[in-house]
């Protein structure tokens, strides 16, 4: 048989070519928004077709992510569509905690929400505690509150980042992640602190992987060897919480060596101001002053002259004597002396942080050597601000980035503090090269408003006077009554907290509870999981939420909470407002909260609504403005007591003015559209971003992109958009003074005093130096009980709790395990897949183990929030998350070990940012016999009535065939 | 069983190029793939179990995070694996019904859904894995190199590549023609030594793997020999105290 021609022929017969369309259409509709799948706010396209969604992808042309997606935003869909979506308002009928609940109708919703609200309001507003979680509308939510006229709100900052925002704002007028970035395109070597694969998600994929193709070099110091740090060409995998001291150690070797920028530090900073020595008394360590408030320098002739002035001679080392006879000596003096002590060297410090001596030399070095030796110099003309042209822009090729392996400890403001003291050493702030802010910062440094909230700033019946949340510049501006007792529910801005400048969320339940530091009517909370992931402590969370008076009644009185999915935290609320998906709502990451700011120009963005709601559900800021109107709060009705934003959010993002001229969007504005920055409102505004893929960004003419600090074309510019009030420099403070007024408070000086017990914690780290101290946990457990450190990280296909109901990505991590380092395991006698138990001082938990190397010998580590309650979300018995997911929740305490009379936080002493990453445990293995399943477990929640059934099998995509 | 296609001179070779040294393991590609594929060519790609206990479903793309090497030397490694689109495809030669085949024109192996029995020869053949049954249609499914957007007329022209590539956040993924040397994707494979995945095995992927550039072991080398050339000791910095402040004493700087 002719082999060949058989083949052919029965080829032929049996496989007729396959038809294929390589050209369908696919989409009938295409719009723009804004992804919500994490809090990086990524521009998308949303493909629609017959009504449903065929596909999201990056938009190309937005700043952010410039077309990219990540493996959420991808799976955008799965979220749109989750069966965990809430249907309807939900009234609870059983006991808090149950999940049972009878539907009502929203006037039914809005009615109750008014009876409880109003009550409060003309009684005590502070009895409102209004808090929201990740969401992106708090100039909205923290204007309500203020209308209301509460102080006792806040988001999720105070167990985010907020460490590293205050430190930052107090420092440079910027911060890492939302307020600035490396020069990914012109740094030459980019350090990464602590960066735990979340933000900045898109960009720092985006530009890690270009630094990669054009020769730059990336470090990651960090834990763990994941995600960034594993394609970084270095990885230090540093114990967690001694990053600072691995900066002060780094900034040692740079003193030691001259590897300084001492005319940066003379221009743009605050190195050669003078700082009074006078010990004991009441002005010691402030700056010395002249008769008008300038800050003194010491001049050519060694004489005290003004700081501020153009031109200035000045001198770095020296010793001053003030006209009223005291001496004062430069903040550069005062940092050579500190830094080059021994107890900074890299042999001292080495163990602690787990770097060998000769490695953090080497690193010191390499920093010195690329800022010095290979600095690069921009073509870019350019004018100061005293109106001096230079030639060219000067970069220091170094640029850093930190999160939450820096923040989440209780030493994370001084550590963040210690990363620009580096950085300002280096002379790479807002340099080419360096590390940049994003506009609208640079922000006044130290910065404000301060906050409002103290006695006689909270009126029955009247708005707040002034924003709740603010940044205080010393113990005077502390919320505080007369006896020095905190007035915040959160006790944000007490002597606990002085410098909360976010709030402190993760306190919220538990004071409640207390009643300290009083009783609290009505807790209305937004997007946030307070009774399961977002919790310190959780099961004890759950307690309090439930916890009765002995007449029966809930010693939290009233829980109000808007969500869009069957969370655990719906289960423990008393009146539901379902919210909607991203997709099916007006929003704005609004230019008055923490826009999208590029460093090249200000940005701004929208959500749109995509698709309408399927189901009787409503935006939460549509409800938001509708209460406000019905409670006749006055920004939201107008003169004659009607609605002053009828068609809601909308209405509100297009005809809000928070200032003449200054609205939530900084786009389009004046009647024409022809404004940016400032302008009347435009009925058309929304219309030109959503033509414009609903971003709005305006570029900076080259000569306004570095420098921005002292840069008079930028400054003017900033004060003609409206980004900030004059266009005066900004002075970057390697010396914050308004931690010096608290630490003399704290020694006794000043009119407003801590109290007692807290005396010493104040004086101790309110040093306007950075500083380094052991994370309070491990400084207070047995540490040979508890010898390993416990962190978790954000896998990257995930955000929080929001992405296990996802038909997808649950796919990816169902379960979690807890990482250990396979040289320690192995001297425990553990092995791949155990079960152990994991302990804290505070509680126990039990997990499964994976063995790895590319871990800190010292240090276990989870993805966070895969772990789940049974019967939230959605899920079906037995899934993963719950059976084999855990949180390490359940370890961490809010307050540390000790006496519980006299509890402190277990948060930084300084913003009372949640330490949840100091956490310290030990592993056993589990007894064989026991369950392979995870601990604790809780009574599943019940179904609320209107979730839909979820199928046996999806097949989404089936209708586009 | 099934006869591979008799290759054109100059014929195409679609297929991609993943870059191991950039990809940190997000899933980008693992879950755009889902999203595109369950509205198009290979519509739906079922769930299985979808909220509840052992959740599975078909996928075209995975990603697998995995540790190699020992000591300083060892990293991290996400690898992402879909259909390599062999050239010589054991898929293709074993499917009975001649369902699964390779194109001529341009390489890509696909599976005819109307002639497909579901006996999953296929995926047995396959070493890599790349194969995906979908239980509930019976028939089995896999990367098309997203066959519906690189030729598709309706998207604009830079979008005409698969949507793993497309969403890639860090450039990792690259899609071309493997068989034209001039071609961007052929150059980078010669330029940073692209790799077969288990080449032993003979089934000539299409698919190339870039390996990472650098193990942190060798740049830790490299950063301590220049550290060592690069370190100044200053004489200054030698004294002990304020001593050691000296050297700033005289510099007269101005703001």
Known sequence: MNGAGWRERWRDYWRPREIIDTSPVVADEVKPTTCYMCAGRCGIKVHLKNGSIRYIEGNKAHPVNRGVICGKGAAGIMQHYSPAKLRKPLLRVGERGSGEFREIEWDEALATGVEWLSRIRADDPKKLAFFTGRDQSQSLTGFWATQFGTPNFAAHGGFCSVNMAAAGMYTLGGSFWEFG??????????????????????????????????????????????????????????????????????????????????????????????????????????????????????????NPANALAADAALRMIGEARLADGRKATPVFQLIAERYLEAQYAPEAVAATCGVPAARIRDL????????????????????????????????RPVGMHAMRGISAHSNGFQTCRALHLLQLLLGTIDVPGGWRYKAPHPKPCPPGPKPAGKPGQVEAGKPLGGAPLGYPMGPDDLIVDTEGNPQRIDKAFSWEAPIAAHGLMHMVVHNAWVGDP??????????????????????????????KEPDGSYK????????????????????????????????????????????????????????????????????????????????????????????????????????????????????????????????????????????????????????????????ENAVALGLIGNPEPIVL????????????????????????????????????????????????????????????????????????????????????????????????GLQDDDWVWVSSHSGRIKAQLKLMDGVNPQTVWTWNAIGKRSGAWNLGQGSPEFSRGFLLNHLIAETLPGDAAAAEGNADPITGQAAWYDLRVRVERAPVEEAAESAPHFAPLARPPSLIRVPEILRYGNQFR | MTDLPI?????????????????????????????????????????????????????????????????????????????????????VTVCPTGASYKRAEDGIVLVNAEICIGCKLCSWACPYGAREFDEDAGVMKKCTLCIDRIYNDNLVEDERVPACVMVCPTSARHFGDLGDPNSAVAEMVAVRGGKDLMPELGYRPVNKYLPPRHLHGENLAAAAAAAAVRRPEPAAAAGAGDNRLLRWVDRLLSR
């Open chain 1, 364 to 395: 010191a070095a390499e920093l010195g050597h690329v800022a010095f030796d290979e600095a690069i110099e921009l073509a870019v003309p350019w004018t100061d601000w005293a109106g001096r042209r230079h030639e060219t822009m000067l970069g």
């Open chain 1, 733 to 828: 403070q390697l010396y914050v003074e308004p931690l010096q007024r608290f630490r003399l408070a704290g020694q006794g000086h000043g009119a407003v005093q801590p109290p007692e017990r807290l005396r010493a914690r104040i004086a101790t780290h309110f040093d306007p130096l950075p500083i380094w101290y052991p994370p309070f946990e491990g400084a207070r457990v047995d540490t040979e009980a508890f010898p390993l450190n416990a962190v978790t990280q954000r896998p990257m296909p995930m955000y929080h709790s929001w992405h296990s109901h996802n038909a997808w990505l649950r796919q990816i991590f169902g379960a979690n395990r807890l990482f250990i380092n396979r040289v320690t395991a192995n001297s425990l």
């Open chain 1, 518 to 547: 009083y009783k609290i009517d009505t807790l209305f909370m937004y997007m946030a999981n307070m009774a399961w992931n977002s919790a310190m402590n959780t099961a004890e969370t759950m307690r309090m939420l439930t916890d």
């Open chain 1, 181 to 302: 970035e490396p020069d990914w395109e012109h740094a030459k070597l980019v350090l990464m602190f602590g960066v735990a694969e979340d933000h900045d998600s898109n960009p720092i994929k985006i530009h890690l992987s270009a630094m990669k193709r054009r020769g730059a070099k990336s470090i990651s110091i960090n834990p763990v060897r994941t995600g960034y740090s594993a394609i970084a060409d270095e990885w230090i995998g540093i114990r967690p919480g001694t990053d600072g001291l691995l900066a002060l150690s780094l900034v040692h070797e740079l003193l030691r060596t001259d590897r300084i920028d001492l005319d940066y530090l003379a221009r743009y900073t605050n190195a050669a101001w003078l700082v009074i020595q006078a010990p004991g008394e009441a002005e010691d360590g402030l700056f010395a002053r002249d008769g008008d408030g300038n800050p003194l320098v010491l001049d050519r002739r060694g």
């Open chain 1, 556 to 715: 939290i009185p009233r829980i109000i909470y808007s969500d869009a999915f069957y969370s655990e935290m719906v289960a423990y609320a008393d009146l539901i407002l379902p919210d909607t998906t991203y997709l099916e709502r007006w929003d704005a990451i609004s230019i008055l909260d923490r826009p999208i700011g590029s460093p090249n120009g200000p940005c701004d963005s929208i959500r749109q609504p995509v698709l309408a709601p399927d189901r009787d559900v409503r935006p939460f800021q549509d409800v938001l403005i509708e209460l406000g109107a019905r409670l006749g709060l006055p920004a939201f009705v107008n003169p004659d007591g009607a609605p002053r934003y009828p068609g809601g959010y909308r209405d509100y993002l297009t005809y809000h003015e928070r200032a003449p001229g200054v609205g939530p969007l900084a786009g389009w504005r004046g009647q024409d559209g022809a404004s940016h920055g400032k302008g009347a409102p435009n009925p058309d505004q929304l219309q030109r971003y959503i033509d414009n893929g609903c971003f709005w960004k305006l570029e900076l003419a080259p000569e306004q992109r570095y420098f921005k600090h002292a840069n008079r074309a930028y400054l």
């Open chain 2, 7 to 91: 290759p054109a001179p100059g014929g195409k070779k679609l297929g991609l190029v993943i870059d191991l040294d950039v990809c940190v393991g997000c899933h980008a590609c693992a879950t755009a793939c889902k999203e595109w594929n369950s509205g198009g060519h290979s519509a739906p790609l079922p769930d299985f179990s979808p909220y509840g206990e052992g959740a599975w479903g078909v996928w075209f793309n995975r990603v697998h995070s995995f540790e190699e090497g020992d000591g300083v030397g060892a990293r991290t490694v996400h690898f992402p694996r879909s259909c390599l689109h062999c050239e010589d495809a054991a898929c």
